[in-house]
């Protein structure tokens, strides 16, 4: 399976960005899809994921109510939308898939090449 997300950029706080990753190799509909992010310096960490038929979504306390996580299982694609960025969002951010996704960055997971999302004060 191969990941490709798109969607980061510069942003002024306060703004909005919408990440894309589209899914190809396998049938999209049989993985649950997350979004981590890395800052320099720091490790990986979860942002958001969301199950194989969007029935369930779970989100990082920090992003809760600003960023909303969907899916669309007919174009192959999940999405990121990110409202009210911060500074500290500032990261390059991916996507990966599983069967099951969870808070933990495994490296079993199929993951896309990331994005860079920098938001300035």
């Known amino acids: 399976v191969q990941l490709q997300a798109s969607g980061g950029g510069l942003v002024q706080a306060g703004g909005s960005l919408r990440l894309s990753c589209v899914v190809s190799?396998?049938?999209?509909?049989?993985?649950?899809m997350g979004w981590f992010r890395q800052a320099p310096g720091k490790e990986r960490e979860f942002v958001s994921a969301?199950?194989?038929?969007?029935?369930?979504?779970d989100h990082e306390d920090s992003v809760k109510g600003r960023f909303i996580m969907s899916r669309d299982n007919a174009k192959n694609v999940g999405y990121l939308q990110m409202n009210s960025l911060k500074p500290e969002d500032t990261a390059v951010y991916y996507c990966?898939?599983?069967?099951?996704?969870?808070?933990?960055?495994?490296?079993?997971?199929?993951w896309g090449q990331g994005t860079q999302v920098t938001v300035s004060s």
């Open positions: 969301i199950s194989r038929n969007s029935g369930t979504t």
């Open positions: 190799g396998r049938t999209f509909s049989t993985y649950a």
């Open positions: 990966a898939v599983d069967r099951i996704i969870g808070r933990y960055p495994s490296r079993k997971y199929s």
